[in-house]
């Protein structure tokens, strides 16, 4: 086969060889050793997984290889959206539809030439399940050979906390210098970074990579995301956070290939809480399941402290394992929902009531499961439940505060709101915060401010929720 090296991989022993061919069927892209050492963007002959300069009276040239791939990249992408029969996630989906096209376009022209991908999703149910989903569609590409790529360089990277900052950015450049590679990295975001604190970590990373960001946190007003070709939010398309990232990821792969995901997308929906749920509502064990997973990554993953969709994979193949592990954590949840019921400690308001609870006290060295997070949106939930009307959550796990509100009080306390206006009050006191406007967490810069901190946003949430009793 006659190609380009299009893409070096130097982290082993030996260089790994990415050649980019083109032929009358399309183009593809192959795997190879070299028994000499051979440059980017070089003309080779491969055979049998070894690469060999191309003579050079051969006449091969780059244009026909790359006009080759931007038309399979223009090829490839499924132009009819994809539908579930919901209105109101049809109607964002087909609002977004032409941007996750062109997204599409650029990831398949990445992978055609061998260009290093790397993947951070957030480390929940949501943003677990949509990298699966991106993983199983290219699974399926490759395997079926609808795209050419033998190998891809892709890297799958589990992203702890709600922003992308530049020591992000150092990391994945530091991973993607382990490659020479003709066309420009990509880094895929998935369920986490909207937020002007990601501003410096994006724009160092853009100098490296082309960026493809799925989210669905809210928008701050002139946001720097939104000017960006390759970012595709709901807010931005008629919708809201209702429409997951685990969806939109899912979304985004149905313009590669339309496996059945509807199990893993509604795993997002659920995790998130969102109104587009199907069913009862209730956990379907494959949500429970990907808290499990991302929060104590022991269990089941391939590297310390990381969790990739293969790993993901192997678990939800293997029955009795998944099974295992469903029930561990439904156990290990229920128990601490009771001892969490009866150490909140309970401010009453007017119709409502504010529960404040310290994390910190209920869970064992050793067992990360469940992070204060998600553990949060449940207990809000079960509180709920007891109390038989919607209530507010605060609950502190070290410098990590979690907010909750429920979603009938949500036109009520916009959680958003209260965080900025706790900021200006405590710049130097808080070092992050956002979220969702009825889920949100703030970070603390330490603890030696947090008892008044807690008691300021206590009252800030008091004082939200008379307005709408006045
Ligand atoms: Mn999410």
């Keep these: 086969m006659e190609g380009i090296i299009s893409c070096i991989k130097h982290s082993g022993m030996n260089p790994v060889y990415y050649v980019a061919s083109a032929s009358a069927s399309g183009a593809t892209l192959e795997e190879a050793k070299g028994i000499e050492m051979l440059s980017l963007g070089e003309a080779v002959n491969t055979e049998n997984g070894i690469a060999y300069p191309a003579p050079k009276e051969q006449g091969l040239f780059n244009g026909g290889i790359s006009s080759a791939i931007s038309e399979e990249a223009a090829r490839l992408p499924i132009m009819e959206p994809y539908l579930t ?9 087909r609002a977004m539809w032409d941007s996750l096209i062109a997204s599409s376009s650029m990831l398949v022209k990445k992978l055609l030439y061998g260009a290093p991908v790397l993947v951070r999703f957030h480390n929940d149910a949501d943003g677990s399940s949509g990298a699966y989903c991106l993983y199983l569609a290219l699974s399926e590409l490759m395997g079926t050979g609808k795209l050419a790529v033998k190998k891809s360089n892709t890297v799958w990277l589990m992203h702890k906390g709600v922003t992308y900052s530049e020591y ?4 994945d450049i530091l991973i993607s210098n382990n490659y020479e590679s003709l066309e420009k990295p990509l880094l895929v975001l998935i369920d986490f970074g ?3 604190e990601s501003e410096a970590g994006i724009h160092a990373a853009e100098k490296r990579f082309d960026i493809l960001w799925l989210d669905h946190h809210p928008v701050p007003e002139g946001f720097f995301g ?3 070709a390759h970012y595709s939010n709901p807010w931005l398309f008629e919708g809201d956070s209702n429409y997951t990232a685990g969806f939109l990821a899912s979304a985004f792969s149905k313009t590669l290939c339309r496996s059945d995901t509807i199990m893993i997308e509604n795993a997002s929906l659920i995790g998130d809480y969102s109104s587009y749920r199907v069913g009862d509502g ?3 064990g494959i949500s429970l399941l990907l808290d499990l997973l991302t929060s104590d990554t022991k269990l089941a993953s391939s590297a310390p402290g990381n969790l990739t969709p293969m790993d993901i994979a192997a678990v939800l193949e293997n029955k009795t394992r998944r099974e295992e592990l469903i029930s561990y954590a439904r156990v290990r949840l229920g128990e601490l ?3 969490a019921v009866k150490s909140v400690k309970e401010y009453r308001y007017a119709d409502t009531c504010v529960y404040l609870l310290d994390f910190s006290k209920m869970r064992d060295d050793g067992v990360k499961y469940p992070l204060p997070g ?5 207990l809000l939930g079960k509180l ?9 959550l605060v609950l502190h796990f070290d410098s990590y505060l979690s907010i909750r509100v429920d979603k009938q009080l949500a036109s009520r306390v916009m959680l958003l709101e209260v965080i900025r206006e706790m900021r200006e009050r405590h710049p130097s006191d808080i070092i992050s915060g956002g979220g969702h406007q009825s889920a949100a967490s703030i970070k603390l810069s330490g603890e030696s401010e947090k008892k008044r901190m807690l008691s300021e946003l206590v009252q800030l949430i008091k004082a939200r929720l008379s307005y709408g009793t006045a």
């Design 337 to 339: 929902l009771g001892e």
């Design 374 to 378: 998600r553990f949060s949106s449940k």
């Design 282 to 284: 209730n956990d379907n």
């Design 194 to 196: 909207t937020a002007p």
């Design 226 to 228: 939104s000017r960006m």
């Design 85 to 93: 029969g919901s209105q109101e996630i049809d109607r964002t989906t």
């Design 168 to 171: 992000d950015a150092a990391s």
């Design 384 to 392: 709920s439940e007891l109390r038989g009307s919607p209530c507010v």
